[in-house]
Protein backbone atom coordinates (compact mmCIF):
# COMPACT_ATOMS: atom_id res chain seq x y z
CA UNK A 1 0.00 0.00 0.00
CA UNK A 2 1.07 3.74 -0.73
CA UNK A 3 1.57 6.04 1.96
CA UNK A 4 0.77 9.33 0.69
CA UNK A 5 1.98 11.74 3.31
CA UNK A 6 3.22 11.12 7.09
CA UNK A 7 2.75 14.54 9.63
CA UNK A 8 4.28 12.71 12.43
CA UNK A 9 7.22 15.59 13.72
CA UNK A 10 8.08 13.50 16.95
CA UNK A 11 10.39 11.00 14.45
CA UNK A 12 10.59 7.75 14.44
CA UNK A 13 13.36 6.29 16.77
CA UNK A 14 13.85 4.43 19.90
CA UNK A 15 13.49 7.13 22.09
CA UNK A 16 10.08 8.11 20.55
CA UNK A 17 8.78 4.41 20.68
CA UNK A 18 9.71 4.57 24.85
CA UNK A 19 8.02 8.26 24.63
CA UNK A 20 4.47 6.37 22.59
CA UNK A 21 4.70 4.00 25.34
CA UNK A 22 5.15 6.20 28.30
CA UNK A 23 2.36 8.22 26.82
CA UNK A 24 0.18 5.09 27.10
CA UNK A 25 1.05 4.42 30.93
CA UNK A 26 0.26 7.89 31.77
CA UNK A 27 -3.18 8.20 29.92
CA UNK A 28 -3.83 4.76 31.83
CA UNK A 29 -3.29 6.06 34.89
CA UNK A 30 -5.11 9.31 34.32
CA UNK A 31 -8.30 6.69 33.47
CA UNK A 32 -7.99 4.42 35.57
CA UNK A 33 -6.24 1.50 33.33
CA UNK A 34 -9.89 1.73 30.97
CA UNK A 35 -8.87 0.67 27.95
CA UNK A 36 -12.05 0.25 26.72
CA UNK A 37 -15.06 2.08 27.75
CA UNK A 38 -17.64 0.41 30.15
CA UNK A 39 -20.38 1.08 27.81
CA UNK A 40 -18.68 -0.67 25.44
CA UNK A 41 -19.76 -5.17 26.36
CA UNK A 42 -16.73 -6.73 26.19
CA UNK A 43 -18.05 -10.33 25.62
CA UNK A 44 -19.05 -9.16 21.78
CA UNK A 45 -15.34 -8.13 20.78
CA UNK A 46 -14.06 -10.83 18.66
CA UNK A 47 -11.98 -8.45 16.33
CA UNK A 48 -10.02 -4.82 17.31
CA UNK A 49 -8.84 -2.65 15.21
CA UNK A 50 -5.96 0.40 16.97
CA UNK A 51 -5.62 2.96 14.18
CA UNK A 52 -2.64 4.95 14.70
CA UNK A 53 -1.02 2.14 16.92
CA UNK A 54 2.58 3.61 16.86
CA UNK A 55 4.19 0.92 19.11
CA UNK A 56 0.82 -1.01 19.36
CA UNK A 57 1.17 -0.61 23.19
CA UNK A 58 -3.03 0.14 23.16
CA UNK A 59 -3.67 -2.92 21.16
CA UNK A 60 -0.69 -5.48 23.50
CA UNK A 61 -2.43 -4.27 27.16
CA UNK A 62 -6.07 -4.32 25.14
CA UNK A 63 -5.36 -7.91 23.98
CA UNK A 64 -4.27 -9.42 27.81
CA UNK A 65 -7.24 -8.38 29.04
CA UNK A 66 -9.75 -9.54 26.25
CA UNK A 67 -8.18 -12.65 26.12
CA UNK A 68 -9.09 -13.63 29.53
CA UNK A 69 -12.25 -13.92 28.31
CA UNK A 70 -12.03 -14.77 24.30
CA UNK A 71 -8.32 -16.52 23.47
CA UNK A 72 -9.73 -16.12 19.35
CA UNK A 73 -10.02 -12.58 19.59
CA UNK A 74 -8.18 -10.94 16.44
CA UNK A 75 -6.04 -8.18 17.09
CA UNK A 76 -4.74 -5.61 14.00
CA UNK A 77 -2.67 -2.39 14.68
CA UNK A 78 -2.65 0.24 11.45
CA UNK A 79 -0.63 3.36 11.11
CA UNK A 80 1.13 5.25 8.57
CA UNK A 81 4.64 4.02 9.07
CA UNK A 82 5.57 0.25 10.23
CA UNK A 83 8.52 2.11 11.64
CA UNK A 84 7.45 1.54 15.28
CA UNK A 85 5.87 -1.60 14.96
CA UNK A 86 7.11 -3.98 17.81
CA UNK A 87 9.92 -7.10 16.59
CA UNK A 88 7.84 -9.52 18.58
CA UNK A 89 4.13 -9.24 17.16
CA UNK A 90 2.88 -12.32 19.23
CA UNK A 91 -0.90 -12.88 18.47
CA UNK A 92 -0.89 -9.25 17.12
CA UNK A 93 -1.25 -8.02 13.52
CA UNK A 94 0.46 -5.15 12.11
CA UNK A 95 -0.17 -2.93 8.82
CA UNK A 96 1.25 0.37 6.92
CA UNK A 97 -1.72 2.40 6.18
CA UNK A 98 -2.91 6.17 5.57
CA UNK A 99 -6.47 6.96 7.11
CA UNK A 100 -7.42 9.13 4.73
CA UNK A 101 -7.07 6.40 2.21
CA UNK A 102 -10.04 3.61 1.97
CA UNK A 103 -8.58 0.31 3.69
CA UNK A 104 -8.02 -3.02 1.98
CA UNK A 105 -11.30 -4.72 1.16
CA UNK A 106 -10.59 -7.72 3.71
CA UNK A 107 -10.83 -4.88 6.58
CA UNK A 108 -13.93 -3.78 5.58
CA UNK A 109 -16.91 -4.37 8.28
CA UNK A 110 -14.23 -6.93 9.96
CA UNK A 111 -13.70 -4.78 13.55
CA UNK A 112 -16.36 -5.07 16.74
CA UNK A 113 -14.18 -2.69 18.21
CA UNK A 114 -11.78 0.76 16.33
CA UNK A 115 -9.88 2.26 18.72
CA UNK A 116 -8.40 5.60 17.83
CA UNK A 117 -7.31 8.74 20.05
CA UNK A 118 -4.56 11.82 19.78
CA UNK A 119 -4.31 11.86 16.06
CA UNK A 120 -6.05 14.97 15.44
CA UNK A 121 -2.58 17.37 14.91
CA UNK A 122 -1.99 14.17 12.09
CA UNK A 123 -5.23 14.97 10.14
CA UNK A 124 -5.55 17.97 7.97
CA UNK A 125 -9.27 19.00 8.82
CA UNK A 126 -9.58 18.91 5.16
CA UNK A 127 -9.04 14.91 5.39
CA UNK A 128 -12.04 14.60 8.65
CA UNK A 129 -14.47 13.15 6.84
CA UNK A 130 -12.74 10.81 4.48
CA UNK A 131 -10.56 9.62 7.93
CA UNK A 132 -13.95 9.28 9.77
CA UNK A 133 -15.11 7.45 6.27
CA UNK A 134 -12.57 4.38 5.98
CA UNK A 135 -12.58 4.14 10.06
CA UNK A 136 -16.64 3.30 9.69
CA UNK A 137 -16.06 0.91 6.51
CA UNK A 138 -13.58 -1.45 8.40
CA UNK A 139 -16.53 -1.15 12.07
CA UNK A 140 -18.83 -4.04 12.11
CA UNK A 141 -22.13 -3.04 12.30
CA UNK A 142 -24.48 -5.43 13.98
CA UNK A 143 -27.44 -5.96 11.31
Known amino acids: MTVTRDKYVFGRDKKESERLDAQHSLLSKVTGNILIHPSIPKDGIFSVADVGTGTGIWLKDVSKGLNKTNTNCYYHGFDISA ?6 TGNLKFSAQDITLPFPEEHWNRYDLVH ?10 ADYKAAISNLSAILSIAQ
Not at 83 to 88: A, L, S
Not at 116 to 125: P, S
Open 83 to 88: DQFPDD
Open 116 to 125: VRLLVAAIDE
